[in-house]
């Protein structure tokens, strides 16, 4: 199985910044796309931004400019890089990779951690 485990959220002030990791572990075979949604109060897990393992990225309008995806292949792990923070960004973040592991290596699964909350105060 392949485990994915976010960390770096917290709580920040409009206008400041926060980093969030998610490192990929376990029985990994290859990983293509790694991303991250998140999921405000009372609303729907929404897509943000993911990049593959070439380092295309793709972004939601609505970070678009504050929010920077990077990535190292050698050590399975994403980044996320946001600045200035509004409180609309409120929301728990969600690492996600699309993936094979060594034990079913000719299939594709999609795999998500827990999550790691992540609060803007006005």
């Known amino acids: 199985q392949v485990q994915l485990v976010e960390s770096g959220g917290g709580l920040v002030q409009a206008g400041g910044s926060l980093r969030l990791s998610c490192a990929a572990s376990g029985t990994i075979f290859s990983i293509n796309i790694m991303g991250w949604y998140r999921q405000a109060p009372g609303k729907e897990r929404e897509w943000v931004v993911d990049?593959?393992?070439?380092?295309?990225?793709n972004y939601a309008d609505t970070v678009k400019g504050r929010f920077t995806i990077s990535r190292d292949n050698a050590k399975n792990t994403v980044y996320l890089q946001m600045i200035d923070l509004k409180p609309e960004d409120t929301a728990v973040y969600y690492c996600?990779?699309?993936?094979?592991?060594?034990?079913?290596?000719?299939?594709?699964?999609?795999?998500w951690g827990r999550g790691t909350q992540v609060t803007v105060s006005s």
């Open positions: 990049i593959n393992s070439r380092g295309s990225t």
């Open positions: 996600t990779a699309k993936g094979r592991s060594t034990a079913t290596p000719f299939r594709l699964d999609d795999y």
